[in-house]
């Protein structure tokens, strides 16, 4: 799921004599601020007539990305039918809805704040014929028309409950200056309404705005964007000072919302480390929230801190963390682009995230503190240490030969056919220089993690390379190449190898390497 992209251009993308995208945008704008409110399930009662939406992630589906914008724009002109359909339940990304043409084939998804206006009207179990109203290469995108004739989903945010005498840790600055920009924001643009003219106030506002809007990854500053962008979009025309600003918006929205999750896994860690400076930030009396904490524990358990009560408290935390993310948060805590695509998707509020990474960074500490008590005892290297440790011995014995690989790339191997693209090349060569794939004798071979499973990390590798997403029904993804893949590896069946990689029961702790050369 995607955040909420917006058509830069004032004028209207629809070409087929529908209603013009700016006047539904206030009734658009006072429905979702209404929906916010509201934070319940229930639609709406106001309905809308045409609407203008985007088809996000078209290159994605691509053979040769952007290249093939011109094919597809032919293919696809404006007035041809496309098909709306909602992810169901079980799949990556339950509830999202995907934009199809009549030959199957998939083409993009909706934005997952736009897509509420829609919702409504998708049947569960099939899908809505809608009208492509316009192209843009400039936006990676297109646009479509549809009738809203059941109202709007209200968005759904998540919140975290305390336990009785649980404390969360204060709110970094950017986290609450975000929040109140959002707000004055949401005022002062309905106050242009009104007005002829635009403060220097309003404009040194926006701007700030516009530096932190995306610095979260909270539902509820997400959906605010939104509405917040709808009603810049009303006020363009008449103060062209706005552009600047909402062009800033707009970029920074896209870049967040996309495919590649590299945006949301920055925004994510920034977040984090910001709440965990607040956790270990000392006041005046030399005394940090995590140390009251622990002070506190200490207290309730007789003002010791035994090995045992460390051991309570960190299954206790564990279990709290683990029914969070929809039963699956151990899964997604062992990748960081993982986490960070769950917590966007998922739209937890911005209280809720602050409880959830007050639990983590608890967690963490416990565990310390618990290896700190735990010295004279004998220990043992955990998996990933194990592999870390391995990984660096193969990448010190092959370090000449990586380095006669490097040149050999610069001097003529290559991919050929559906491998031939930059994103296989660039992860082929990033495996080379970090040990994991090896090129010799004009042939490509895999360098095992661990003592087992080379084959099955070759196609997690390929997978991950060639953008494989694993759903009940196989493959949703973009066209993973087995046969090819299958030849210059000299291996069979690596498609069936990569969705037994992802129906294991336990997450393989060689997964992580891996996953490292593209964080």
């Given amino acids: 799921m995607e955040d909420f992209v917006i058509s830069r251009k004032r004028e ?104 509420r206006f829609i919702e409504l009207d998708v049947p569960k179990d099939g899908m809505l014929p809608v009208k492509v109203s316009g192209h843009s290469a400039e936006h990676n995108c297109m646009y479509f028309e549809a009738e809203n004739k059941n109202g709007f989903k209200d968005p759904y945010i998540r919140e975290v409950e305390l336990e009785e005498g649980e404390t969360a840790f204060p709110m970094a600055k950017q986290d609450n200056d975000l929040q109140t920009l959002t707000a004055f924001m949401m005022t002062m643009l309905k106050g242009l309404k009104n007005t002829d003219t635009v403060s220097d106030h309003f404009l040194s506002t926006a701007n700030t705005y516009a530096q932190i809007c995306c610095s979260s990854l909270d539902g509820e500053t997400s959906f605010s964007r939104g509405n917040i962008m709808f009603e810049m979009q009303q006020h363009r025309e008449k103060f062209q000072q706005l552009d600047p600003i909402y062009d800033e918006i707009f970029e920074k929205n896209k870049d967040i919302g996309r ?14 480390e910001r709440i965990k400076q607040m956790a270990l930030g000392k006041d005046k009396n030399g005394i940090s929230p995590l140390d009251s904490y622990i002070k506190n ?56 995230i602050y409880r959830l990474f007050t639990r983590r960074i608890k967690l963490d500490h416990l565990k310390e503190i618990k290896k700190s008590l735990d010295e004279g005892s004998e220990t043992t290297r ?35 056919g559906s491998l031939d693209i930059n994103r296989a090349k660039t992860y082929f060569q990033k495996a080379i220089d970090n040990g994991l794939l090896k090129y010799e004798n004009g042939e490509f071979s895999w360098i095992q993690i661990g003592n087992r499973g080379g084959n099955s990390q070759l196609a997690y590798f390929c997978g991950k390379v060639f953008e494989y997403e694993h759903s009940i029904s196989g493959n949703v993804g973009t066209s993973f190449p087995e046969e090819e893949l299958n030849k210059i590896f000299g291996i069979p069946r690596m498609q069936s190898l990569l969705q037994q990689v992802y129906e294991a029961k336990k997450i393989q702790s060689w997964r992580r390497i891996i996953d490292e050369l593209f964080e």
């Fill in 297 to 352: 524990l200490k207290f309730k358990n007789g003002d010791q801190l035994t090995p045992e009560i460390i051991n309570s408290e960190i299954v206790h935390l564990s279990d709290l963390l683990s029914k969070e993310f929809n039963g699956t948060y151990y899964q997604k805590v062992e990748c960081d682009e993982d986490f960070a695509t769950a917590l966007y998707s998922l739209n937890y509020s911005m209280k809720a």
């Fill in 12 to 115: 209207s993308v629809c070409n087929n004599n529908c209603e013009p995208i700016h006047s539904v945008v206030e009734t658009l704008t006072n429905a979702t601020t209404q929906t916010i409110q509201n934070n319940n399930e229930t639609p709406l009662k106001s309905k809308l007539k045409t609407m203008i939406f985007t088809i996000v992630g078209i290159r994605n589906y691509l053979p040769n990305g952007e290249a093939d914008y011109p094919t597809l724009f032919s293919r696809l002109p404006i007035g041809t039918t496309v098909y709306l359909k909602k992810q169901p339940t079980g799949s990556p990304y339950s509830g999202s809805i995907s934009v199809w043409d009549d030959e199957c084939n998939q083409i993009g998804s909706m934005t997952k704040i736009e897509r």
């Fill in 382 to 416: 955990s998996d990933n240490e194990i592999l870390t440790a391995q990984r660096g011995q193969q990448k010190e014995e092959q370090g000449s030969a990586t380095a006669e690989n490097r040149v050999g790339s610069e001097t003529g191997w290559s991919l050929s």
């Fill in 259 to 272: 495919k590649y999750n590299d945006i949301k896994t920055e925004v994510y860690r920034s977040q984090y």
